[in-house]
């Protein structure tokens, strides 16, 4: 009887309902400039996908590295209409300078080397799908183009 009453009060110690903050988009406003970017130069035949979770794309021979991979997520994945993954995008701004930031870098490069193609972008002001277009175009062979600017609103 002990052993139900202590479970008890453990779930008496655990809301069942926690304050949440809502966030309006799944991107920043920098990333979203991005993805416009991307989307004006990708084919129709492709798709993004937002804040992908790792463990989505890989997944560790050994169980208990799970928590390390499931904890990451990846700015864009493109896919083909099916689904089937054809490149990882990652922005990198200046919080990637940091220590700590680079170890995670390191760690999802490590985990998507020879499964996905990885392709780093600096983080700009501004997004010129031109340019995102011959990275994608050299990286992947995509047919890509386009012809937009976006610029930084301030």
Known sequence: MSSSKNSKSKQKELSPTVPHKKFEYLTTANERKFH??????????????????????????????????????MDFVITDNDTKVIAVIELDDRSHNQENRQKRDEYVNGALCGHHKLIRFQTKRDYNSREIAAVLNQELNLVANADVVLTHSA
């Open 36 to 73: 416009t970017a991307l989307r004006c130069c990708l084919p129709s035949h492709y798709s993004i996908h937002c804040q992908t979770s790792l463990m989505a794309l890989v997944q560790p021979v050994e169980r208990k590295n799970n928590s390390r991979t499931w904890a990451k997520r």
